[in-house]
């Protein structure tokens, strides 16, 4: 039997390293991972660490750790942000963007679910500018949506062709620690960072949509894709023709099953004259296990070949327990999944550890793995 906190990979499939573990740095444990290719190619992986009992509002940082080989090697973890500096509560759901026109990358975070920040790196990730709030873009929503609580993403945001910069966020009309009722919309700028407009809310014809990613589309348009809280089990679905300001009611898409929790999607490659493109999805699917609606387990990994129509090739990463995961593409023949991994030993709610999956394109498309 496989302890709790052990990966179950497929054989000859991806290979894992532990980049954030619990109770190591002072951290009871590691949650909402996320990761961003730089500008120069680096590889950025970086989290909540969580003080206390590790719950949301824990007294929290933010850790990044860098790669310059294609995440084999790491360098140590720098905090680029702390409860201690921002005061008692969560610096959480941290989202990073790489502007590749301007040739920098772009942390946004918030402060106990209430307050938005940016920090910028100029030179590949290594250092980092001073915070600057950026709370007051969200004030637009407030006339239709009084909310009390906002987070970023979380996962990675995306540069569109257009140059803009967007990322997903949520808000909820809770005033105190709860987090629904909830909608989704995303913020974006057109200077580079230097401001923040935030689009239309999507429609709540789906109830409590939030943590949510999105794609560019081949054609120009963005497909958003939303954790929910209906009892459909399947992922909500919109989509947007203006740069993410307005979005279309949202849908369910039947291919992608729904374990209330967060997913990523990332563009592999772009349509050619001999080759469609690929859009890759990542998420826990215990259906396929026969376990409970909301059991996070058995991370499986999703190609679309016709901009997210369908999703044929499904391969499972790991068979055990697994919660919110983020992909990247650094190189056309591997794909990276960075996830919260099982269960610290004899611990029920502990994430054991952050793990970094190098996942070859070729094993996801094998017949095997259908």
């Known amino acids: 039997m496989v302890r709790l906190g052990e990966a179950r990979l497929a054989p000859g499939g991806p290979e894992a390293h532990d980049l954030f573990v619990a109770h190591q740095g002072g951290y009871w444990h590691h949650r909402i991972p996320g990761l961003c290719v730089t500008p120069q190619g680096a590889l950025l992986a970086y989290c909540e660490a969580r003080r206390g009992d590790g719950n949301d509002w824990a007294n929290s940082d933010i850790l990044l750790r860098r790669s310059d080989d294609g995440g084999h090697t790491w360098g140590a973890a720098q905090r680029l942000a702390s409860w201690r500096e921002h005061g008692p509560g969560p610096c959480n759901n941290p989202v990073c963007l790489a502007d590749r026109q301007a040739g920098r990358v772009h942390l946004l975070y918030c402060h106990s679910y209430g307050r938005v920040y940016q920090r910028i790196s100029q030179d590949d990730g290594h250092t980092w500018g001073a915070p600057v709030e950026i709370t007051a873009a969200l004030e637009p929503l407030r006339a239709q949506y009084d909310w009390g609580v906002v987070a970023v993403g979380p996962g990675h945001g995306i540069q569109l062709t257009s140059g803009r910069l967007l990322a997903p966020i949520w808000v909820s009309l809770s005033h105190t620690q709860a987090h629904q009722p909830s909608r989704t919309a ?185």
């Not at 789906?206 to 943590?211: G, K, Q, R, V, Y």
């Not at 589309?217 to 919109?238: I, K, P, Y």
């Not at 849908?251 to 349509?271: I, K, N, Q, T, W």
Request: hydrophobic share 40%; proline share 5%; with cysteine.
């Open 186 to 370: 995303t913020i974006y700028s057109d200077d580079h960072g230097q401001s923040w407009q935030v689009g239309r809310l999507v429609a709540d014809t789906i109830p409590n949509c939030n943590e949510a990613t999105v794609v560019e589309l081949a054609d120009g348009g963005l497909l958003l894709n939303m954790r929910h809280l209906s009892e459909r089990r399947q992922r909500a679905v919109a989509l947007s023709d203006d740069g993410g300001e307005h979005w279309s009611p949202p849908g369910f898409d039947e291919a992608l099953y729904e374990p209330r929790c967060f997913a990523s999607m990332v563009r592999h490659s772009l349509p050619t004259d001999d080759r469609p493109g690929c859009l890759l999805f990542v998420s826990p699917d215990a259906s396929a296990l026969g376990q409970e609606a909301h059991s996070r387990s058995n991370l499986t990994l999703r190609a679309s070949y016709d901009e997210g129509s369908t999703w044929p090739v499904a391969c499972t990463l790991d068979r055990g327990l697994a919660g919110y995961a983020d992909l990247a593409v650094q190189r056309v023949d591997a794909v990276l999944c960075l996830y919260e991994r099982g269960l610290a030993p004899d611990e029920r709610f502990t994430m054991a550890a952050l793990t970094l999956l190098h996942v070859p394109l070729g094993w996801l498309e094998a017949s095997s793995c259908a």
